[in-house]
């Protein structure tokens, strides 16, 4: 929201990042978890898409992310070029409790390796981690209500899970299957919950380290290196003000060694 | 029927006369004014009351229609007199019929459930004041329609929105001009509609205007019905429903109450199985949640039929056509009112539908605060589609300047977002004269819409809808090929081009014979999780045209000569062994065939080598899988043989397929004999192992199979290179004719009968090689190997102009035994004619068997529309330089004048005052 105004600020590398994947695996609750560490219960469902800007630091520079969160149903499929033309990175999001999401998200996957920037960042995120683990939550009631208020599109009647006791046996996409097929695609990978934040920080940092920033920076302005500092001004969320990815960068990667 | 006349008021002074066109479309009598947009009403024959004909001077030709409300128009039928005879008889006979249906009973009832009844029934109407709510309580009590908003409030504050002024206003109107059924357009009504419409009245306006009403009229309980045939069902669209339900229009009080829910599900899941096709679309859920405030349940049913049927046609399908249509026509209307906005797009790469898109997805109701985006609903359901156009053109004219600062696609939308939110702010904050600063940012847009952007008119834009159609059809059918491509699970050794040129065909077949729509598969039986599209699959029928445009073989090309002309007809080809295919390429066992299923199918032939094919063909007709044919299974075999070779020319492939059946069973039967009794199957693809057969019916094993078949030349050469070379995946030899020798060539006079094949077979065991016919049609072989050997001169002889033009109903057998019959090289004379005798005869000779692929051809041949390219001169005089708006104070506030003075025409003086009290009325988030 307040970010709007600093559209302004040079000193931040611009990245574009779009978000795909099945309708109902929560895409809108990790960028609102990202953006803004809240859930908004009912939000009204993405009309082409929606678009959330959130600033980063890493190491020396601030990366600002330009968000298009895009909308699942699958006849707004052939819209979503549109979207994804020009995206530095995307994170293609399934629904570890759902086998079926996991396929949609290769075949975006294939989509975006083919369509798309050809040097494009992709991460593989398998969403409603908390639905998995009885310990993130008392019971799985309150889980699967969080759930609903973080993402309503998660809250599917008749869909709505199980309590607790049996959490685990909600899992249809076993964790190393996905890890499998995201380091043989080249993908980042992550395991994530919307509703407890595990996770979600770690995608964009990951992708921050990965994003070949100097060559955004060549082709936007020439080279300038952004500062740290230029991510003030965001009101909103005092202490999340500019996500600090400093702590997740112990070991950077080719990007970041200015 | 239509007929010219001139429309009056049957009130004295009321309004002024109109000419236009009268038109009589049983059950329905319309009037539109010459302009097309002054004057128009469309009444229900059911609510006329009665008929005169005036008695007036000499020549002029009037009738008096008496409306159900007691209202009285008058039409001076103004064509000639015979005319305006036959006019009347046809209006007395339609007339006759609606009473006879008892129509004119069900008027009383159902306008009882329209709320300008009440409205109008209330002589006293309550002072002024905004008394709104008592009045509102008692009127909820009455059986009229209405929405959410009477118990959960409409959104606005009523005082602001001047409701009591307006609902005068309307009421004044409606007495006079009629109402619901009966509604005369007369210009101030439109005026009153950009004034905004009163919150009462809305629903029912809404519905008026948009003819959804007629709908509901003469569709009575349907809507129950609908939901009641449908109870407890579930689809793929239900389930979305479901899960947007909650976040539609959420802050809306009535959507936080369980009777909000529940009535936006009914009417959504009720046009889901209204039209199971379109289904459910996200956006729907936030226009059906609008729309419920204003209306009741069936109200909101009808009007979103109309919606999305009529007024925004294809944007909920599941391509999104209309959509992207719009989108596109958008984009080029931008490009010739604001080039200059366009070329900054253009510049910094900004893609208009980013922001766009949405605004016309939900007539912006989700970008502007709702009170702003309903009154552009109002002018929409009031002035049709091209109000989006206009409005959307308006806000990028008033933000030209910012908009021309702007780097990316997130500037945009964040530049669009912030205009959203101010619309209530004033236009003109700094300027001195007040009633410049009362003139909000929504009102700035209203006007800059209706009067700078006049010039988009709904011609226009159904002139540039059928411009772009094509871009539009082809850039989808781009992206479904390359996304059906992409989601091949295996490519097999296709590379995707290849693939691509198997969906073109696939989708050609689809077209023609489109698959069942059976073939979603029953909701009941979706599991959760199946959110995407059923895959499609296409049936033995859709299978045989595939076939046919993929294989040599399956189809019959003749090549048609007459006196006149040379064409090409084609037909699919039908036969057990195509039946036979579709079963073995059928993996699932499902009775249908998907893409993968093709690609894989076609994979496994089209690749092969000698021994590859072999082995193909024979567990192709190894019906149990058990490694043996059977003697039936033999004979089929041959039944294929010459299935495949039924066009070819000479003798050599009948005596190939005879030596075949003679070698096969002389070997089978020495097998037979020297075999023991094994009963071990032998696995068909253990090639090395000519075990013995068993006694009984499995007969001869692969490996005999292949002995059989590499005792013959022919049939080896077949195996070899001309199976998999009879799969052409080339679209352009499978539409024309190909231009020379391609190894297609070889051409053959026969006759037609499509069960040739098995007549063939008959003949065969009858008398191999015997009869020569007399053929008029040439068909061209499959494989084509032969062509070579024969001389020109042999056909030529055949070609006597008495053949020529004989028909196809010969009887004779096409069988090659001929020695006469020496076709190759006149096929190679035929083939080169043929292209241009396909262009130029457009009559096809009748005479000859009528081939629908041709025709069809040769329909989109001449179909392919010249596309209208509209001289956009006009339009860009009228496009000023969008960057001085602001500048234009004066400007604007004259426009705001005449706005005012458009308004008031036509009404008393104390009611002007209120219209110009309504024009500076504020609307209230």
């Given at each position: ?10 000193k931040?590398?611009q ?10 695996v ?5 960028v ?7 859930f908004?219960?009912?939000?009204e469902?993405?009309i ?9 630091r ?8 330009e ?17 994804y033309?020009?995206a530095?990175?995307?994170?293609v ?10 396929e ?6 294939k ?8 040097n494009?960042v992709?991460a ?6 908390d ?9 799985g ?7 609903d ?11 709505a ?10 899992r249809?996409?076993p ?8 380091t ?11 509703k ?33 500092g ?8 005092a ?17 970041c060694?200015? | 029927?239509d007929i ?5 008021l ?7 006369s109109y000419?236009?066109k009268l038109y ?5 009598l ?9 004057v128009?009403f469309?009444i ?38 015979p005319?305006?005879d036959?006019?009347?008889a046809?209006?007395r006979?339609?007339?006759?019929i609606?009473?006879?249906r ?7 009832g ?16 309550t ?7 008592a ?8 059986s ?9 409030k409409?959104?606005g504050?009523p ?17 006079t001009h ?12 439109t ?9 009462r ?5 809404w519905?008026?205007?948009?003819g ?5 009229y003469s569709n ?8 009641e ?10 389930e ?8 539609s229009?959420?802050?809306y ?14 009417v959504?899941q ?12 996200q ?17 909101a ?7 999305c049927?009529?007024?925004?046609p ?6 999104m ?21 366009h070329d900054h797009?253009?510049a ?16 912006f109701i ?10 552009i609903?109002?002018c929409?359901?009031?002035m049709?589609p091209?109000v ?12 030209g ?15 669009m ?7 209530g702010?004033?236009a003109?904050p700094?300027?001195?004269?007040p ?15 209706f ?10 834009i159904?002139?540039?809808?059928k411009?772009?159609?094509n ?19 295996s ?5 995707k ?6 969906y073109?065909?696939?989708?050609q ?12 598969p ?12 059923p895959?499609?699959?296409?049936q ?28 090409v007809?084609?037909?699919v ?8 295919l ?41 019906k ?15 039944e294929s ?18 030596r075949?059946?003679?070698?096969a069973?002389e070997?089978?039967?020495a097998l037979?004999a ?9 696995e ?36 070899e290179?001309?199976?998999s ?6 679209p ?24 040739s094949?098995?007549?063939m ?18 068909h061209r072989?499959s ?23 004989s028909?196809?109903?010969?009887s ?8 006469s ?18 262009a ?7 005479a ?9 051809a ?9 596309f209208?390219?509209?001289d ?6 009228d496009a ?6 602001d ?6 506030m ?15 003086d ?16």
């Amino acid at each position: 929201m307040a970010d709007a105004a600093s559209g302004s600020t040079d000193k931040s590398v611009q990245v574009k990042l779009v978000l795909l994947g099945e309708a109902a695996v929560g895409k809108s609750s990790v960028v609102l978890r990202f953006v803004s560490d809240e859930f908004q219960p009912n939000k009204e469902p993405t009309i082409g898409a929606a678009f959330l800007t959130q600033k980063c630091r890493l190491e020396d520079r601030v990366l600002r992310y330009e968000i298009w969160d895009t909308a699942g149903q699958e006849r707004f499929h052939s819209l979503a070029p549109m979207y994804y033309r020009n995206a530095q990175a995307a994170v293609v999001v399934y629904d570890i409790t759902k086998a079926a999401s996991l396929e949609k998200a290769k075949s975006w996957v294939k989509e975006l390796q083919r369509q798309a920037n050809p040097n494009i960042v992709i991460a593989l995120a398998g969403n409603k981690l908390d639905l998995v683990q009885p310990s993130s939550s008392s019971s799985g009631n309150a889980s699967s209500e969080s759930e609903d208020e973080a993402d309503d599109a998660t809250a599917t009647p008749g869909e709505a899970p199980s309590p607790g006791g049996e959490s685990d046996s909600l899992r249809q996409v076993p964790r190393e299957e996905a890890q499998a097929y995201a380091t043989e695609a080249g993908l980042l990978f992550f395991e994530t919950s919307a509703k407890t934040g595990e996770g979600i920080v770690e995608i964009f940092t990951e992708i921050a380290k990965k994003i070949p920033i100097e060559h955004i920076l060549a082709a936007t302005r020439g080279g300038g290196v952004g500062r740290p500092g230029a991510a003030g001004g965001r009101p909103g969320n005092a202490q999340d003000a500019a996500v600090n990815l400093e702590e997740n960068a112990n070991k950077p990667k080719d990007a970041c060694n200015c | 029927m239509d007929i010219n006349a001139v429309l009056s008021l049957g009130i004295e002074g009321e309004e002024e006369s109109y000419a236009g066109k009268l038109y009589l479309m049983a059950p329905y009598l319309a009037f539109s004014s010459l302009d097309k947009k002054s004057v128009r009403f469309t009444i229900p024959l059911s609510t006329i009351r009665r008929v005169e004909r005036l008695n007036a001077r000499a020549g002029i030709y009037a009738l008096s229609l008496a409306l159900w409300h007691g209202g009285k128009i008058i039409v001076q039928l103004t064509s000639l007199r015979p005319t305006a005879d036959l006019f009347c008889a046809l209006l007395r006979d339609a007339l006759k019929i609606e009473l006879q249906r008892g129509r004119m009973k069900t008027v009383k009832g159902f306008v009882k459930t329209c709320y300008s009844e009440v409205l109008v029934s209330d002589s006293a109407p309550t002072p002024s004041d905004e008394k709104d709510e008592a009045h509102a309580n008692e009127a909820s009590e009455s059986s009229y329609h209405g929405g959410l908003g009477l118990r959960f409030k409409f959104p606005g504050d009523p005082k602001k929105l001047r409701e009591a002024s307006k609902i005068k206003l309307w009421t004044t109107y409606l007495k006079t001009h009629g109402r619901n059924l009966t509604l005369l357009r007369y210009p101030q009504c439109t005026r009153l509609v950009q004034v905004g419409l009163p919150n009462r009245l809305r629903g029912e306006m809404w519905e008026t205007l948009s003819g959804s009403l007629f709908l509901r009229y003469s569709n009575p309980g349907l809507y129950e019905q609908l939901l009641e045939q449908n109870t407890g069902r579930t689809t793929t669209s239900t389930e979305d429903i479901e899960k947007d339900l909650h976040r539609s229009l959420p802050e809306y009080a009535g959507y936080q109450s369980e009777e909000g829910i529940s009535a936006l599900r009914r009417v959504l899941q009720a046009y889901s199985f209204k039209n199971p096709e379109l289904g459910y679309c996200q956006a729907m859920n936030i226009l059906a949640a609008a729309i419920l405030i204003y209306m009741s349940e069936e109200q909101a049913f009808w009007l979103l039929e109309v919606l999305c049927d009529r007024l925004l046609p294809g944007y909920y399908a599941p391509s999104m056509h209309g959509t992207l249509l719009d989108q596109r026509v958008f984009e080029s209307l931008v490009q010739r009112c604001l080039p200059i906005i366009h070329d900054h797009f253009q510049a910094v790469d900004v893609q208009l539908s980013v922001a766009s898109l949405p605004w016309f997805l939900s007539l912006f109701i989700n970008s502007m605060p709702m009170v702003f985006a309903f009154r552009i609903v109002d002018c929409f359901f009031c002035m049709g589609p091209k109000v989006l156009f206009q409005v959307g053109l308006a806000i990028l004219k008033i933000n030209g300047e910012k908009l021309l600062q702007i780097q990316d696609d997130g500037g945009f939308l964040n530049l669009m977002r912030d205009y959203f939110a101010s619309l209530g702010d004033s236009a003109h904050p700094h300027s001195t004269d007040p009633r410049a600063r009362a003139i909000t940012r929504f009102q700035e847009l209203l006007l800059v819409s209706f009067r700078e952007f006049s010039v988009i008119t709904d011609d226009l834009i159904l002139s540039e809808r059928k411009r772009f159609r094509n871009e539009i059809i082809t850039s989808i059918e781009t992206f479904s090929k390359r996304s059906a491509v992409r989601n091949l699970r295996s490519l097999g050794r296709f590379s995707k081009e290849q693939a691509g040129l198997v969906y073109d065909a696939l989708y050609q077949a689809m077209c023609v014979i489109p698959p069942p729509p059976a073939q979603l598969p029953p909701p009941s039986l979706i599991q959760e999780g199946l959110e995407e599209k059923p895959e499609t699959r296409i049936q033995l029928r859709t299978f045989q045209y595939f076939l046919s445009e993929i294989a040599t073989w399956g189809r019959d090309e003749k090549i048609v000569s007459n006196g006149f002309q040379q064409r090409v007809d084609r037909d699919v080809a039908e036969h057990e062994f195509i039946d036979r295919l579709f079963f073995f390429w059928d993996t699932s066992c499902c009775g249908a065939l998907s893409f993968q299923d093709l690609v894989s199918g076609l994979d496994g032939v089209m690749f092969n080598d000698l021994m590859e094919n072999i082995e193909w063909f024979f567990n192709l007709h190894d019906k149990n899988k058990d490694g043996f044919l059977t003697k039936d299974e033999v004979l089929t075999v041959s039944e294929s043989f010459l299935f495949i070779f039924r066009f070819e020319v000479g003798d050599a492939y009948l005596g190939a397929v005879s030596r075949f059946m003679t070698n096969a069973f002389e070997y089978g039967d020495a097998l037979l004999a020297d075999g023991d009794q094994h009963k071990e199957v032998v696995e068909g693809d253990e090639p090395r192992s000519p075990l013995p057969l068993p006694s009984n019916q499995p007969y001869l094993n692969l490996a005999t199979f292949r002995m059989v078949v590499l005792a013959d030349e022919i049939l080896e050469s077949f195996f070899e290179t001309d199976l998999s070379a009879s799969f052409r995946l080339d679209p352009v030899t499978e539409l024309e004719l190909p231009p020379s020798s391609s190894g297609l060539l070889g051409e053959f006079w026969s006759s037609i009968a499509t069960d040739s094949n098995k007549k063939m077979f008959n003949m065969f065991t009858d008398e191999i090689g015997k009869t020569i016919g007399k053929h008029q049609v040439v068909h061209r072989p499959s494989i084509g190997r032969y062509k070579t050997l024969e001389e020109p001169k042999a056909r030529e002889s055949l070609l006597t102009p008495s053949m020529r033009h004989s028909t196809s109903k010969s009887s004779l057998r096409s069988t090659p035994s001929s020695s006469s019959l020496r076709p190759s090289t006149p096929s190679q004379s035929l083939t080169v004619k043929v292209p241009s005798s396909i262009a130029t005869s457009k009559e096809p000779v009748s005479a000859v068997g009528y081939s629908p692929m041709v025709q069809a051809a040769n329909a989109a041949l001449l179909s392919r529309p010249a596309f209208t390219i509209d001289d956009s001169k006009d339009e860009d005089e009228d496009a000023e330089d969008d960057t001085e708006v602001d500048d234009h104070d004066d400007q604007v506030m004259d426009e705001v004048d005449a706005f005012l003075e458009a308004h008031d025409s036509g009404l008393t003086d104390a009611d002007k005052e209120v219209a110009k009290d309504l024009l500076n009325a504020e609307p209230v988030k």
